[in-house]
């Protein structure tokens, strides 16, 4: 007797689902810390989400996500200027989103939050220097010279349409400094 071929169930990606694809957007805004105050670059970007399954950990939480790649340049020159990789989770059995991000300034992430709403899709997710639920580590020389405080990312997404504002609090040149990312864009 032949055994019947299964096919396994879809994956629910629940509030995610909204994230996948390639998006792109030419509205970006970085509003950086400078020695004299702050300084503002225009930029565009391309952000990759790619869907990974689930991930079980100790047998017992089951979580579901997407890798993403964001490259950010800035107008003005056309190069890139910000280069992050990281992880979109979703632990349906807490509500529970998490990003996790590295950049190559020797800083990694993770944020925890929660989503809302179907449409508009509307991710939050926080993180402060040394948390329980999330936290930054970095390099000495980054604790040193350019601290992460806290970390806060909101994302709404509508349809093909994804906006965010991404805040993270350096301690740098002397003083605490809100840096901010916001962009639009186009999934294609």
Not at 34 to 50: L, S
Not at 84 to 96: E, F, I, M
Request: proline share 6%; aromatic share 8%.
């Amino acid at each position: 007797m032949e055994r019947p071929v299964t096919t396994p169930a879809p994956i629910d990606y629940g509030p995610l689902t909204a994230l996948v694809g390639t998006w792109r957007g030419d509205s970006g805004m970085d509003v950086a810390p400078d020695p004299d105050g702050r300084e503002e670059n225009p930029y565009f970007e391309t952000i990759v989400f790619t869907p990974i399954g689930e991930v079980t950990n100790a047998n017992r939480e089951v979580l579901v996500g997407f890798r993403y790649h964001q490259c950010v340049s800035r107008k003005s020159t056309g190069l890139p200027f910000h280069d992050q990789v990281g992880y979109w989770l979703w632990d349906a059995a807490t509500g529970t989103v998490m990003q996790s991000l590295l950049i190559p300034r020797a800083v990694g992430v993770l944020a925890t939050g929660r989503a809302s709403g179907s449409r508009p899709v509307v991710l939050e997710v926080a993180a402060t220097g040394e948390g329980a639920d999330g936290g930054v580590v970095e390099s000495r020389f980054m604790r040193d010279h350019a601290r992460t405080v806290a970390f806060r990312h909101r994302v709404i997404v509508d349809g093909a349409t994804l906006t965010y504002e991404e805040t993270t609090i350096v301690d740098i040149y002397g003083r605490r400094f809100e840096h901010t990312d916001t962009n639009t864009l186009t999934r294609e």
